[in-house]
């Protein structure tokens, strides 16, 4: 991660003919949904990112994202750092008519202009890559005397039903559904 900053915005078009890549950093300030979601919103977020001609004119987007975050633990309450990271795979199209004929398996952001945020490319993926619950790693807290399934309850009971997968899979995608509707909305 010895690479420098990268500009905020760019013409996504000129990257895809060029074959262009992208890579370095962009302060998490950039990230405003994402940085809601921290105690801190400091740091940088480490991204590459690179851009080809997609379909029907599109841009194609392909890469990664990582950064470090301060988040609370909610069995001890302390604060604890954490990486998260996540890929990117998507297609910038010019308008929304587009998205239909794009496959399935391709996200999508729908954006009119050719000079773009870049981190609007990669934020709604930031988001589903944080932990629902964050926690320390077992046996990592601070103090050992709480009840974890009782805290757990308590701060979140809206997610009895999944409680068994969280036992072993500590992220999921609270967003996922969330990330669509934003998407539709923006179109
Ligand atoms: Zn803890």
């Known amino acids: 991660m010895s690479t420098g900053p990268i500009p905020e915005r760019v013409d996504h078009r000129k990257l895809a003919n060029q074959a262009g890549l992208i890579e370095g950093t962009l302060p998490i300030q950039c990230f405003h949904r994402f940085g809601e979601m921290l105690v801190v919103s400091e740091g940088d977020v480490y991204l590459r990112l690179e851009f080809s001609k ?36 998507l297609q910038v199209v010019s308008d929304e008519s587009k998205l239909e004929r794009l496959s399935e398996v391709d996200d999508a952001i729908v954006a009119p202009d050719k000079v773009i945020s870049v981190a609007e490319l990669v934020e709604d993926e930031l988001i589903l890559a944080m932990p629902m619950i964050p926690r320390h790693e077992e046996g990592q807290c601070l103090e050992t005397d709480y009840e974890q399934q009782e805290i757990v309850l308590q701060e979140v009971p809206e997610v009895q039903e999944v409680q068994e997968v969280q036992e072993t899979q500590t992220t999921y995608r609270p967003f996922a559904d969330l990330a669509k509707t934003i998407d539709k909305q923006n179109t």
């Open 54 to 89: 997609g379909d029907f004119g599109s841009t194609r987007v392909n890469g990664s994202a990582a950064t470090e975050v301060c988040l609370i633990c909610q069995n001890c309450m302390q604060q604890f750092r954490r990486q998260v990271s996540c890929d990117v795979a």
